[in-house]
Every structure is written in C-alpha cells, then in structure tokens.
C-alpha cells in the first residue's frame, strides 16, 4: 500500500469547486474544461501560433467537420458528445481570446495537449528535463480564475453560473506518466510516485472526473512494448498487462481519494466517470460495437499495430485507412469518434459514471450524432 502521503497526492487532477446545491434538478447551462490532448479543441494550435503540427492538416477532422479543428481525432471528442447530450453547442478553446466571450456563454474549454497534471517544475526536481507544454492543470486553473470575474458579472448570473455549470476535470494524468516513460527511460515502478496535488477551491454544483484509459490497449505502446512473451499480453483483449496494471493503480487511488473528498464535501457531487472500463468493453466485445481492428490505429502506417512513430500523425509515409469507424485508434494514441462516442455513451447512459450522471439533470435525452445507441447495446 502506498504511504499516506503518496496516497493523497494521487488526488489527480481535480478543480473542486464548492457551493450550496440548487433545489430541483436543473440541467447545465455551461460546461467548463480541463484537461489535455483527449478534451482539447484547439488551444494547442493556438498556442504554437503558426508553427507546424500535422493535426492542422486532413486527415484530422475528416469524419464529422470535414476539416481539422485542432482536435486531436478524426472527429468529436467525448467532451463533444457531453455537450450535445445536454443540448449545448461545441465548447470553444480559451486561448481563443476575449473576441470569442459572447461564446463563452456555454462554457469554456482550458484543455491542451500535452499538459500535465503537474507542473514542469515536479519533473525537472526529478532529474527529467521537461520539454513538453507548461500548460499544466495549474495554469488552466489560473485561466479560470482569471476568466471568472467576467462571467460572474454576466446579467442574472452571480452564484448561479456555479451551481448550473458542468466541471469536466480530465482525463488528466495520463502525461504524467507518458513523458517519463517515453522520453527518459523512467521505470514503471518510478512513475508510480508521480502524482498530482491539487487544491480544493471555488465553489461549484457538479464535478465530472474521468480516470485514465487503459494505456497497455494503445497501438503506439503496444508497438514499442512488443514481447515475445505470451504472458505479458492478456489473452482476451491483447492489451499489455503490466501498462494496464499502472492505469489500474492509478485509478484505484484517484477512486479512494473522490470517496473521501464526497464525506467532507456533501454538498457536491462528485461523478467518477469510468473511461478505463467503457475503453476496456470496447477491447473485450469489439464485434458489439462494431469495430473491426480495436488495437490498430487508422492513420498510421504498416506494423502489427499500424503505427510507426517515424510515419504517424498524418506525416508522410502515413496511410489512413477508409473507414476510421471500424478502428479504436486513430492516430496510435488518441481515439477515433467512433470509440470515444462509444465511451460517451457508456459514461451518460451506462453504467460507467458513479453515481449516475444522468441523475444530476432529467432532461439528458438529446440524441446528437447517434450518441444514444441502440438500448441492446447498451454499456
């Protein structure tokens, strides 16, 4: 069992926002951000101005918006398939800049690709040079709390923008360990001990706080963590055991540490959305779903996996493959809209989220983009 101390800091990334609850059961009318590459909509293109990435280019956003976006998949995002669940538009990036306020209405999204939960500084005390965007969740933080006076002065809002707003906190954590190991040869047993402390500050109804996917199912890890040992793999879904088994410790923590947060702080709830387990049924019954290749990527290029990581991302040398629909990665380390519409669904309407998150509002019946699948499908 970990000590004490290590068990409270593996609070990951939480923004815990505190307020008396509202009588009744009102739906939200925003939906604030944080997180990284899996929530962003363009904060990381934004923040690179006019510098090169290949997510600025098709294929990225071929499915659905029929250009790219600055998400990272081929067309929406689970955060995408929240906010339609609830009836709200697209929730713009905030380094879009103040000439987007008027679509600030709805919320905000702070999440950046490659953004830690923790900050570089944490790496670097560790001996790892940190060459990846300081945009961690503390500077998201920041950025809220800067943004909230305007909001809060909005006509008819004060408290109540609080109380009627969505908090998706996450999936964060995830680079926290994806750096180390990566990048600087860190072990397993290493990158157990990095974990985020977050403060519990400002005041809000509703927290949504995913957990991290199962990183041992991800074609780029499965390509650089190829074993000629059978045991390493599980037998059912083809995922490596041990990288599942840190997402698995991981999780667990980040659970105890909600529990304890939900006894000291009654008066909010606070939902653990359970993207490891919705992820986890796609690579156990893939043929119920309808995905053909879970564990390959779609835009990759040839390798057990299709992924290569001098040929990813849309790079030349690449390939995409003609129905991203069949796949569960797009490009070897995000997910392509069919999976994460998948995940959605098992998280607003399935038993992934604990408690329930369709009991926080009873009007989450909007079927944007399908997201509502066939009941005798259901999660």
Same mark, same amino acid.
């Given at each position: 069992m970990a000590p004490k101390h290590l068990r409270f800091s593996l609070l990951i990334p939480i923004l815990t926002i505190l307020l008396l609850l509202k009588t009744g059961n009102c739906c939200f009318t925003r939906i604030f951000c944080f997180g990284d590459s899996i929530s962003d909509t363009g904060n990381f293109l934004i923040s690179i101005s006019d510098g090169y990435d290949p997510i600025r280019n098709l294929p990225y956003g071929e499915t659905y918006f029929g250009? /790219?976006?600055? *998400?990272? #998949?081929?067309? *929406?995002?689970? !955060?995408?398939?929240?906010?339609?669940?609830?009836?709200?538009?697209?929730?713009?990036?905030?380094?879009?800049?103040?000439?987007?306020?008027?679509?600030? *209405?709805?919320?905000?999204?702070?999440? %950046?690709?490659?953004?830690?939960?923790?900050? $570089?500084?944490?790496?670097?005390?560790?001996?790892?040079?940190?060459?990846?965007?300081?945009?961690?969740?503390?500077?998201? !933080?920041?950025?809220?709390?800067?943004?909230?006076?305007?909001?809060?002065?909005?006509? &008819? #809002?004060?408290?109540?923008?609080?109380?009627?707003?969505?908090?998706? %906190?996450?999936?964060?954590? &995830?680079?926290?360990?994806?750096?180390?190991?990566?990048?600087?040869?860190?072990?397993?047993?290493?990158? *157990?001990?990095?974990?985020?402390?977050?403060?519990?500050?400002?005041?809000?109804?509703?927290?949504? %706080? /995913? $957990? $991290?996917?199962?990183?041992? #199912?991800?074609?780029?890890?499965?390509?650089?963590?190829?074993?000629?040992?059978?045991?390493?793999?599980?037998?059912?879904t083809g995922c490596i055991k041990s990288l599942n088994e840190l997402s698995e410790y991981h999780n667990a923590m980040l659970s105890e540490e909600l529990a304890k947060l939900r006894l000291l702080y009654p008066n909010v709830t606070i939902i653990y959305a359970d993207y490891y387990e919705a992820s986890m049924n796609i690579f156990r019954n893939p043929n119920k779903f309808g995905f053909s290749y879970p564990l390959m990527a779609c835009c990759g290029a040839k390798g057990p996996y299709n992924y290569s990581s001098f040929a990813q991302y849309g790079n030349r040398g690449s390939t995409v493959c003609s129905d991203p629909s069949k796949y569960g990665s797009w490009d070897g380390i995000h997910l392509t809209e069919a999976a994460y519409k998948t995940i959605a669904h098992g998280v607003l309407r399935g038993s992934y989220s604990s408690p329930p998150i369709s009991n926080t509002c009873s009007d989450i019946m909007h079927d944007s983009g399908s997201l509502l699948l066939d009941p005798s499908n259901a999660l």
């Amino acid at each position: 069992m970990a000590p004490k101390h290590l068990r409270f800091s593996l609070l990951i990334p939480i923004l815990t926002i505190l307020l008396l609850l509202k009588t009744g059961n009102c739906c939200f009318t925003r939906i604030f951000c944080f997180g990284d590459s899996i929530s962003d909509t363009g904060n990381f293109l934004i923040s690179i101005s006019d510098g090169y990435d290949p997510i600025r280019n098709l294929p990225y956003g071929e499915t659905y918006f029929g250009h /790219p976006t600055g *998400r990272f #998949c081929d067309g *929406r995002i689970i !955060l995408d398939f929240i906010a339609e669940a609830y009836g709200l538009p697209f929730i713009p990036p905030y380094l879009a800049g103040e000439s987007t306020t008027e679509n600030f *209405r709805h919320g905000v999204n702070f999440a %950046v690709c490659g953004a830690t939960a923790l900050n $570089n500084s944490f790496f670097e005390s560790k001996g790892i040079e940190a060459f990846w965007t300081d945009y961690s969740l503390g500077t998201q !933080l920041e950025w809220f709390k800067q943004l909230l006076p305007s909001i809060l002065e909005e006509p &008819g #809002c004060g408290s109540s923008v609080m109380s009627s707003t969505l908090f998706v %906190v996450g999936e964060i954590g &995830g680079n926290d360990y994806n750096h180390p190991i990566l990048f600087s040869g860190t072990t397993l047993d290493q990158v *157990r001990t990095f974990v985020p402390i977050e403060l519990i500050s400002h005041g809000a109804k509703t927290l949504l %706080v /995913p $957990n $991290n996917f199962p990183i041992g #199912c991800v074609p780029m890890y499965l390509t650089l963590f190829q074993s000629e040992k059978k045991d390493d793999y599980d037998s059912e879904t083809g995922c490596i055991k041990s990288l599942n088994e840190l997402s698995e410790y991981h999780n667990a923590m980040l659970s105890e540490e909600l529990a304890k947060l939900r006894l000291l702080y009654p008066n909010v709830t606070i939902i653990y959305a359970d993207y490891y387990e919705a992820s986890m049924n796609i690579f156990r019954n893939p043929n119920k779903f309808g995905f053909s290749y879970p564990l390959m990527a779609c835009c990759g290029a040839k390798g057990p996996y299709n992924y290569s990581s001098f040929a990813q991302y849309g790079n030349r040398g690449s390939t995409v493959c003609s129905d991203p629909s069949k796949y569960g990665s797009w490009d070897g380390i995000h997910l392509t809209e069919a999976a994460y519409k998948t995940i959605a669904h098992g998280v607003l309407r399935g038993s992934y989220s604990s408690p329930p998150i369709s009991n926080t509002c009873s009007d989450i019946m909007h079927d944007s983009g399908s997201l509502l699948l066939d009941p005798s499908n259901a999660l």
